[in-house]
């Protein structure tokens, strides 16, 4: 198992808020890495920052060996990392089956390897289960089977790290299940997935490292016992909780 | 990082060294150091910059605090000025209460109406529709003025204390319009920064912008907090609108023309800092002024001293941080629609093909014999003109339609192709010129985007209103371009396919199925191209930027294809232009008179190529309405209004005609349930959300704000410039 992604000591500043405090994560191949935490920990400004959506005020991301830092975001992606958002990011006036033969036909600007973008487009279509709906616009479908668009065209970059920001949300406990076997299935395949979600069964039973953010610091890691026992985040989350139940 | 500083440094020298050149170049006789050029450079500058500082800040104001920018505001102002016309020259109201009645009364209500009526429905509108809106509005307001005081009589307004002296200044006189004018900028700044900052309306007019439940906590009422937003907004377009009519006279067209001052401006403050709007403004009132002291354009470049503003425009673009690929803004709207197959946009160029035939032959009965568009020769040559403007139409439906760039200068390239057509192949009927102007005309499309190519979707629309002005203004008028004096034809008869085009009454016919045999083909074109992976990236890159960016699109090079393709286009459709009009005179190309054409378009629905096709009918129905009813006065202004309001009625149907008239036909055919369920799904949900809209319109709380409250809206808004880092506050809990 190698380290395929890294974020090294990362500070993202706005204005006079510290959104994340030298935030250090790793994500190995072939494995589900989790990050959690309270909301408002900076979670989404990491993905951001990985991403390329947000400049770093320091720090350093690398990946595959390479520091990318200063990449664009469209290089990034060209380059294997792929993601999804808390909030959707379909492309709306699209039908669902062009909004993964968009991303499927763009990977020929990097892949040489000869594909035929409608072939896989058809079976990405087939292992979500989007085949029934994919002439459909986008904006019409629910928001749970727009969340699986998301991941579908993500999916069609074949990526190398695979973003998902609160894939869970909008899902029911039926669909939650189907997604985590998707998971299993893909880091099987060798994918590397960073995680985030606030369903903690969800992450407890697909990931196999976890990295917990609190006010922007990484403030454990380990496996998901470890975490578990961890006194800091248990605070972590009780004072999360009692912020929540007084607003 | 020094990258990015770099690029600006390059651009800082590069347009240094133009503007020395173009200033060495252009000296005329005035000396810089006698004091008398100075003073009057200073005087000047000073008061007209005021002026436009008024109007620049009112315009930052109204956007900050309600996140639309209003193209009607010096539209606005123009009216009111004629308003305190009538009452002060026509009425003999004496000034301070015809100027107390004008913008004390009169404004705040047109603000306040404006609010209820469309503002409020543009604040969770897409750009294009925010943009179609209050063009329109601009459009409107143009058109009353011009109808309630007809151009054909001259009005003046007198300088405040016209007839006495003034102040000596040195070795000059500043009249006391002036001296007033340069007080009263400074009152309105102070006031503006009290208002905004100091006073409990002022700081939930800042919270609103971003949040709605931000600004519920400062206690007022999200009606009245952006109610009073928009009246100030007027009130300030009205007093910039009255201080400067006795300099330009009033005429409509220059006072409207102010909305790219108060946009340069603007601009150099970001759209968000009140202070700097007013440097700006003052920034322009010098350039101008100098220019008007020292500067000498030749005769070849008479007009350039109009294209300040633009100028500057440009080069506050170049300055301007390039804009973050925001998340979370996507606008996800309910259309069961499909795409086109091949054979349906076949049938439908046909059809389009027919339908004029038809009526071009007088075969549609109906028409023949009335003057509802009866077919005659001068209805020949303006159906021509309408399908040529049809034409400029396609060209903007991948630009604006799929990749959501909105363009307002491809009237303007139409223009510069038609004028290059007239010099290469024009002149002796070849066609080949054509060609020419076309491959001309793609990059041009594009160097005009690119100064905006990394900015927010707003700077791209200034930058291209701005060029359009430029491009009337100074590209065509130079001789090289258009030769004023040559009035004559400049287009020999062409033969193309065996038929002749000139603007011969014997050929009209001919050219008109010539053009729309040409519309059906790119028509035809457009809907294949919408099929392929070029217009799903445009799509991609219009609907979810940060998402197109993340599966790996380069966003600037798909840009740059479609501006190119769009430029193309115009380019073609401007040797139509010019073939169908023979001749060009210098004023030919207005940058209003492209508006209308980006507007109807719209309206009709401006992803949709048919309805390029349907806008270019709504173009010719506005001289056919007038003269049904028999070409009365108070139409007109038609041509303005017509288009102006309907893109005004966006704000409730911002789909376009095409899209809702296409489902509620669909839901006439028997096997079409799916349209009739989107419609009553659609008519629910409109339902639901005025419902909730009042409910948030009745969230009074009261309770008081406190000091870091401000700070921290301040904060959010991003409105005061300077962070201080001493109250920095570390989140960064363990660290
Ligand atoms: N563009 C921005 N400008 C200013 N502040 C921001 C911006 N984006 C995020 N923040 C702030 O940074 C902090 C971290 O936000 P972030 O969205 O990364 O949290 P998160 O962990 O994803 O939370 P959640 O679980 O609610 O999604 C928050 O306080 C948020 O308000
Ligand atoms: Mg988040």
Redesign the interface.
């Known amino acids: 198992m190698t380290t395929i992604l890294e974020t090294q000591e990362v500070v993202v500043r706005f204005?006079?808020?510290?959104?994340v405090?030298?935030a250090s994560i790793k994500v190995e191949t072939g494995q589900v890495t989790g990050l959690i935490g309270p909301n408002g920990a900076g979670k989404t400004t990491c993905f951001?920052v990985i991403?390329?959506?947000?400049e770093a005020t320091s720090g350093k991301v690398m990946f595959d060996g390479k520091d990318i830092t200063n990449k664009?975001?469209?290089k990034?992606?060209?380059m294997g990392?792929?993601?999804t958002?808390?909030?959707?990011?379909?492309?709306?006036?699209?039908?669902a089956r062009?909004?993964i033969?968009?991303?499927a036909?763009?990977?020929r600007?990097?892949d040489k390897s000869g594909f035929d973008?409608k072939t896989v487009c058809d079976e990405i279509l087939e292992s979500t289960g989007l085949t029934d709906v994919s002439?459909?616009?986008?904006?019409?479908l629910p928001t749970g089977t727009?969340r699986l668009v998301?991941l579908a065209?993500?999916l069609?970059?074949d990526p190398k790290v695979l973003l998902l920001d609160e894939p869970s949300s909008g899902l029911n406990e039926e669909e939650t299940e189907g997604m985590a076997s998707l998971l299993r299935r893909l880091v099987a395949k060798g994918l590397a997935v960073l995680l985030v979600e606030h369903d903690m069964s969800f992450v407890m039973g697909t990931c196999e490292y976890i990295h917990v953010l609190?006010?922007?610091?990484i403030?454990a890691t380990g496996t998901p016992l470890e975490i578990q026992a961890n006194p800091h985040v248990q605070a972590a989350y009780l004072g999360a909780e009692t912020v929540e139940e007084a607003s | 990082m020094r990258i990015k500083f770099n690029a600006k440094f390059i651009s800082a020298i590069v347009v240094g060294v133009i503007l020395a050149f173009v200033i060495n170049k252009n000296w005329g006789a005035a000396s810089f150091l006698s004091t008398k050029n100075l003073s009057t450079f200073l005087v000047v500058g000073v008061a007209l910059g005021g002026i436009y500082a008024i109007t620049a800040g009112g315009l930052v104001v109204t956007y900050a605090t309600t996140g639309i920018f209003n193209f009607a505001h010096a539209a606005i102002g123009c009216f009111l000025a004629f308003v305190y016309w009538q009452l002060s020259v026509q009425f003999h109201i004496p000034t301070l209460l015809a100027m107390a009645i004008t913008l004390l009364v009169i404004a705040p209500a047109i603000g306040f109406l404006l609010d209820k009526v469309l503002m409020r429905r543009l604040r969770d509108a897409s750009l294009v529709v925010q943009l179609m809106a209050t063009v329109g509005l601009m459009l409107t307001f143009m058109g009353i003025t011009l109808t309630v005081w007809t151009p054909k009589k001259a009005r003046t307004l007198d300088h405040f204390f016209e007839h006495t002296k003034g102040v000596q200044l040195g070795s000059v006189i500043a009249t006391w319009h002036r001296i007033i004018t340069v007080v009263i900028a400074l009152l309105v700044a102070v006031a503006l920064r009290w208002l905004l900052y100091r006073t409990r309306l002022g700081i939930s007019m800042r919270a609103v912008v971003d949040s709605r439940s931000l600004a519920g906590l400062t206690g007022a009422k999200p009606s009245i907090i952006s109610g009073s937003s928009w009246a100030l907004g007027c009130m300030t377009a009205g007093l910039a609108g009255i201080l400067i009519a006795p300099e330009t006279g009033l005429v409509v067209e220059n006072l409207a023309l102010i909305i790219i001052v108060a946009a340069a401006a603007a601009a150099i403050a970001q759209l968000k800092s009140i202070p700097m709007a007013f440097v700006g403004g003052l920034i322009i009132g010098l350039a101008t002024s100098f220019s008007s002291t020292f500067l000498q354009f030749g005769t070849d470049w008479s007009y350039a001293g109009e294209a300040i503003p633009c100028v500057i425009l440009f080069i506050a673009l170049l300055f301007l941080p390039q804009a973050r690929l925001e998340t979370g803004k996507v606008r996800l709207t309910k259309r069961t629609e499909r795409l086109t197959k091949p054979w349906e946009a076949g049938l439908g160029g046909l059809s389009m093909v027919l339908i004029v035939g038809l009526w071009a032959n007088g075969w549609i009965p109906w028409f023949s014999g009335t003057n509802w568009g009866e077919r005659s020769t001068v209805w020949l040559g303006r159906g021509a003109g309408f399908l040529v403007f049809g034409l400029i139409m396609l060209s903007l439906i991948p630009l604006i339609g799929w990749a959501g760039q909105v363009s307002f200068a491809n009237y303007a390239i139409a223009g510069i192709g038609a004028v290059l057509f007239s010099h290469f192949g024009g002149q002796n009927g070849n066609p080949i010129g054509i060609v020419f102007v076309v491959l001309v005309c793609a990059p041009l499309g594009l160097a005009i985007a690119l100064p905006a190519l990394r900015l927010k979707g707003l700077y791209l629309a200034l930058a291209t209103m701005a060029f359009a002005e430029f491009t009337d203004k100074v590209l065509i008028r130079h001789p090289s371009m258009l030769d004023p004096s040559n009035s004559g034809v400049l287009y020999k008869p062409l033969r193309i396919l065996g038929i002749t085009i000139s603007t011969d009454a014997a050929d009209r016919k001919a050219f008109l199925m010539f053009l729309v045999v040409m519309f059906a083909l790119l028509f035809f074109m457009l809907e294949l191209l919408r099929r392929s992976r070029w217009a799903r990236r445009w799509i991609a890159i219009s609907d979810s930027p940060a998402a197109a960016a993340t599966i790996g699109i380069n966003l600037t090079t798909s840009k740059m294809a479609v501006f190119m393709l769009s430029g193309a286009m115009a380019g073609f459709a401007g040797c139509m232009l010019g073939l169908q009009t023979g001749a060009l005179r210098v004023d030919s190309f207005p940058m209003f008179a492209g508006l209308p054409i980006v507007l109807l378009l719209a309206v009709q629905g401006v992803r949709y190529p048919v309805a390029a096709f349907m806008g270019a009918l709504g173009l010719a129905s506005f001289p056919a309405i007038s003269e049904v009813f028999g070409n009365p006065s108070w139409l007109t202004q038609l041509a303005l209004i017509g288009p102006g309001i309907a893109a005004i009625a966006m704000a409730y149907r911002p789909e376009g005609a095409v899209f809702y008239s296409g489902r509620d036909l669909a839901g006439l055919l028997p096997w079409r349930n799916d349209a009739r369920e989107e419609k009553a799904l659609f008519t629910a949900k409109e339902r639901s959300e005025n419902i909730q809209k009042d409910e948030i319109n009745d969230m009074g709380l009261s309770r008081p704000f406190s000091e870091d409250k401000v700070a921290q809206l301040d904060r959010v808004l991003s409105i005061t410039d300077a962070v201080d880092e001493t109250k920095m506050v570390n989140t960064g809990g363990q660290s």
């Open positions: 204005g006079v808020l510290q959104a405090s030298k951001n991403t390329g959506l947000q664009s975001p469209f990034r992606a060209r990392i792929s993601r958002f808390q909030k959707l990011e379909v492309f709306g006036s699209l039908s062009e909004n033969l968009v991303a036909e763009q990977r600007a990097w973008p002439e459909f616009m986008v904006g019409t727009a998301e065209r993500a069609a970059s609190d006010f922007g610091s403030i």
